[in-house]
């Protein structure tokens, strides 16, 4: 199983079992077109065990044959992790809600991880982490139970649904960090009517509480016409839709909060996902409607890296 997830996550790394098949064509190949009669036997007499894999090389060169091989294997490595109960949810959800170019650009950030993280990361994303989950499953523990909630210590109980006082601390340090992150970003892109309110202190940026009555939304852009919120979330992979539909929901009725100087804008909301291994999602109306560009991939590059070395921490200290 950890073979075939490889096949899929980590830059298309082939199982010993596809490697084997691919060398096995080669060999064939090899066999087919000798010039020596002898060899060109071998292969005749061999060709009973052997049909599938000649198959593919009726009327094709070896770099066709073995693109089809790879292609097959692809799919084969796709379809199995998709069907897996708990890999195949976080990798359905990741391939729906982010996009292609910030799933590469998390591709090659993780490449440039340390060892320790990057063999972290890929163990979370197989939900093969070592938890008391885990443990009990492979006879290692007597019990599955967090000693800090009482609760399935599950990979994804440990990265974000711990309600233990420790961990909510350590939830929100990492949601303050890359909350911090983006809106520094965000700063210098401003036009010149525009302003940034955030619910940290950042120099440059006002206080998000000036706007509204109650309510704290993460970021928003103010210009003389509109408000553009920006609510981010860190989430669990399985979890990027199901945060971005519960923050709409609960800020859907936002204007009627507006505190009494900014009464009359329109309040557009809009949310940020990112997940714990470090998957960014961006509503593009929230930079087309704010006046900005969209991340940049230096951006998205180093908010993977911050959550996925925060989230390591936070397993560290479970």
Not at 34 to 57: F, H, Q, T
Not at 175 to 198: E, G, M, R
Not at 232 to 248: A, G, P
Request: hydrophobic residues 40%.
């Amino acid at each position: 199983m950890g073979q075939l997830t490889n096949q899929l996550l980590w830059a298309g790394i082939p199982s010993f079992a596809q490697r084997a098949a691919r060398m096995g064509l080669i060999r064939r190949h090899l066999l087919y077109s000798s010039k020596n009669p002898i060899i060109r036997e071998l292969w005749e007499v061999s060709r009973a065990p052997n049909i599938l894999v000649d198959s593919l090389l009726d009327d094709r060169d070896i770099k066709q044959a073995s693109t089809i091989l790879r292609d097959s294997q692809a799919k084969d490595s796709l379809d199995h992790f998709l069907g897996l109960k708990t890999q195949g949810v976080m990798s359905k959800t990741v391939s729906v809600a982010v996009l292609p170019r910030n799933i590469q650009l998390w591709k090659q950030t993780m490449d440039s991880l340390p060892d320790y993280v990057h063999n972290f990361a890929r163990k979370a994303m197989m939900s093969q982490l070592p938890t008391l989950h885990n443990l009990k499953l492979w006879n290692c523990s007597a019990t599955n139970r967090c000693p800090s909630c009482g609760l399935d210590q599950t990979n994804k109980h440990v990265l974000s649904n711990c309600s233990s006082p420790d961990a909510l601390s350590q939830y929100t340090s990492r949601h303050n960090t890359i909350l911090d992150l983006i809106a520094k970003w965000i700063l210098p892109q401003l036009k010149q009517n525009h302003s940034l309110h955030c619910d940290l202190r950042v120099p440059g940026a006002r206080q998000v509480c000036d706007l509204f009555n109650g309510p704290r939304p993460d970021l928003a852009i103010v210009s003389p016409l509109k408000i553009v919120i920006g609510e981010l979330t860190i989430c669990h992979e399985t979890n990027l839709i199901q945060s971005r539909d519960y923050k709409l929901h609960k800020y859907a009725n936002l204007e009627a909060s507006l505190a009494g100087e900014f009464r009359g804008r329109s309040v557009l909301v809009h949310t940020i996902e990112i997940s714990t291994l470090g998957f960014v999602v961006a509503e593009p109306n929230f930079f087309k409607n704010g006046g900005i560009p969209a991340f940049d991939p230096c951006l998205i590059k180093e908010l993977s890296r911050v959550a996925i070395l925060a989230s390591r921490s936070i397993y560290n200290n479970r």
